[in-house]
């Protein structure tokens, strides 16, 4: 059996990441999905897949639950979820503290970074992500 390994990501909240509302604009989100989901992949890839390839965001779906403020800490829990060819499913929960602000579901299309074609990821690097228990 697999279990996928969850990442931590800690975001860092800008002055110009407020709106006129006084919280955290909602596209600020995504710049934070796509930090978070890089970031998992450059931890947990080998140095050689890192260099090798490069990720698109094709679909994101974003579930708000509460605002962010300048002042806050939070953190991103990234899991990815399935491969599939050369397409990567994730889900990203964006928490201050206990509280979940965002649910994000997302794909990614995997390029190769030389070609800038999509890429499958092989097996022996998807099990970075996946180790057997």
Request: a negative charge; proline letters at 5%; glycine letters at 4%.
């Amino acid at each position: 059996m697999t279990t996928p390994l969850p990442h931590l990501h800690t975001i860092d909240i800008k002055a110009g990441d407020i709106d006129f509302m006084g919280h955290v604009n909602n596209a600020n989100y995504l710049t934070w999905v796509q930090e978070a989901v890089l970031s998992h992949w450059n931890k947990l890839a080998p140095p050689e897949a890192a260099a090798k390839y490069l990720w698109v965001a094709v679909t994101h779906e974003i579930t708000y639950r509460k605002p962010a403020f300048l002042d806050d800490e939070l953190i991103a829990n990234v899991v990815l979820e399935k491969v599939k060819g050369a397409r990567s499913f994730y889900e990203t929960v964006i928490k201050r503290g206990e509280e979940v602000l965002a649910e994000v579901r997302s794909s990614w299309c995997c390029i190769d970074a030389e070609t800038m074609q999509p890429a499958r990821i092989a097996k022996d690097v998807q099990e970075y992500f996946f180790p057997k228990v």
